[in-house]
């Protein structure tokens, strides 16, 4: 799929400036990323939010969980301008989780992001990456993070791990995590981020496939989170989703995506299985892979 021009791409007006001046002018291309189409709706519904222990920097901590020196050296970088996004970028924008506001204040973004383009990673929009992808914008994390309802012991599934910036925040709200990634190059990226800051000793498991059909073996999952838009949703995923579990995923062609939530309410495939919430309009680039659509 061919990329878009700059212009054509919904993005707010202080990131489209900055993109041009940058250099930026292609829009994210395939999988996986997106940015909001400036609508003020968001999903409203028990986040399921806990306290959690934090460690010296205000980090999240599991009990019997340690930081790598690399993590508290980027802990440390750009932290006011954490702090502005989370404040203008998503409480501003409606959103409350406790829990993930305090992911996206702790993750260092910046280092999710090429070097070369490192001094745009806090602002409102996405930003390419290797293998003609993006990392998403920070409302779209934390949106579609909050919309999972993610509680303290879940496992997730993340389909498209990119950058492995999602899959960070995740790390912050899970248990265990599991991302797979279509693209070797892709996926070969995202590692080396999480590996680099210590996140792949804690419980975060990276692999390289076809994001169609899940992780099977590793099923089921409290929360699965694609962050790249099939036509339908993929069955393998639902069949994969844990009982009371949340499937979040952006469903349609480009110009008519929006993300939907999926509950499972009981076992089996059956349409009384599982209720369908749809929430904002995106846009995310297309699933990868034979089945994709």
Request: hydrophobic residues 40%.
């Given at each position: 799929?061919?990329?878009?021009?700059?212009?054509?791409?919904?993005?707010?007006?202080n990131?489209?400036?900055?993109a041009l001046?940058?250099?930026?002018?292609?829009?994210?291309?395939?999988?996986p990323?997106?940015?909001?189409?400036?609508?003020?709706?968001?999903?409203r519904?028990?986040?399921?939010?806990?306290?959690?222990?934090?460690?010296?920097?205000?980090?999240?901590?599991?009990?019997?969980?340690?930081?790598?020196?690399s993590?508290q050296?980027?802990?440390?970088?750009?932290?006011?301008?954490?702090?502005?996004?989370?404040?203008?970028?998503?409480?501003?924008?409606?959103?409350?989780?406790?829990?993930?506001?305090?992911?996206?204040?702790?993750?260092?973004?910046?280092?999710?992001?090429?070097?070369?383009?490192?001094?745009?990673?806090?602002?409102?929009?996405?930003?390419p990456?290797?293998?003609?992808?993006?990392?998403?914008q920070?409302?779209?994390?934390?949106?579609?993070?909050?919309?999972?309802?993610?509680?303290?012991?879940?496992?997730?599934?993340?389909?498209?791990?990119?950058?492995?910036?999602?899959?960070?925040?995740?790390?912050?709200?899970?248990?265990?995590?599991?991302?797979?990634?279509?693209l070797?190059?892709?996926?070969?990226?995202?590692?080396?981020?999480?590996?680099?800051?210590?996140?792949?000793?804690?419980?975060?498991?990276?692999?390289?496939?076809?994001?169609?059909?899940?992780?099977?073996?590793?099923?089921?999952?409290?929360?699965?989170?694609?962050?790249?838009?099939?036509?339908?949703?993929?069955?393998?995923?639902?069949?994969?989703?844990?009982?009371?579990?949340?499937?979040?995923?952006?469903?349609?062609?480009?110009?008519?995506?929006?993300?939907?939530?999926?509950?499972?309410?009981?076992?089996?495939?059956?349409?009384?299985?599982?209720?369908?919430?749809?929430?904002i309009?995106?846009?995310?680039?297309?699933?990868?892979?034979?089945?994709?659509?």
């Amino acid at each position: 799929m061919a990329c878009l021009p700059a212009r054509e791409l919904r993005l707010g007006s202080n990131w489209g400036a900055a993109a041009l001046a940058l250099g930026w002018f292609g829009a994210a291309c395939r999988h996986p990323g997106a940015d909001s189409d400036g609508s003020s709706a968001r999903w409203r519904g028990d986040s399921r939010a806990s306290a959690v222990p934090v460690a010296d920097g205000g980090a999240p901590l599991r009990p019997g969980s340690s930081r790598s020196p690399s993590w508290q050296a980027a802990l440390a970088e750009r932290r006011a301008e954490r702090e502005q996004m989370v404040e203008t970028q998503l409480v501003a924008r409606g959103i409350e989780d406790p829990r993930v506001l305090l992911a996206m204040r702790t993750v260092p973004r910046h280092r999710f992001v090429p070097e070369r383009i490192r001094q745009g990673a806090y602002l409102d929009g996405p930003l390419p990456i290797p293998g003609e992808q993006t990392i998403s914008q920070p409302y779209i994390v934390a949106f579609m993070s909050e919309a999972a309802q993610i509680s303290e012991g879940a496992r997730c599934l993340e389909i498209g791990t990119g950058s492995g910036y999602q899959a960070a925040i995740l790390a912050e709200l899970c248990q265990e995590t599991y991302t797979i990634e279509y693209l070797p190059e892709v996926a070969e990226f995202g590692r080396r981020n999480l590996e680099a800051l210590g996140y792949l000793t804690r419980s975060v498991f990276v692999r390289t496939g076809d994001g169609y059909a899940g992780w099977p073996d590793r099923a089921p999952f409290d929360v699965i989170l694609v962050t790249a838009a099939p036509e339908r949703v993929p069955p393998p995923l639902l069949q994969q989703l844990a009982l009371r579990g949340h499937l979040v995923i952006p469903v349609g062609p480009a110009a008519e995506q929006r993300i939907e939530v999926w509950n499972r309410l009981a076992a089996g495939d059956g349409q009384r299985a599982f209720a369908r919430q749809q929430l904002i309009g995106v846009r995310f680039l297309p699933f990868l892979g034979p089945q994709g659509k």
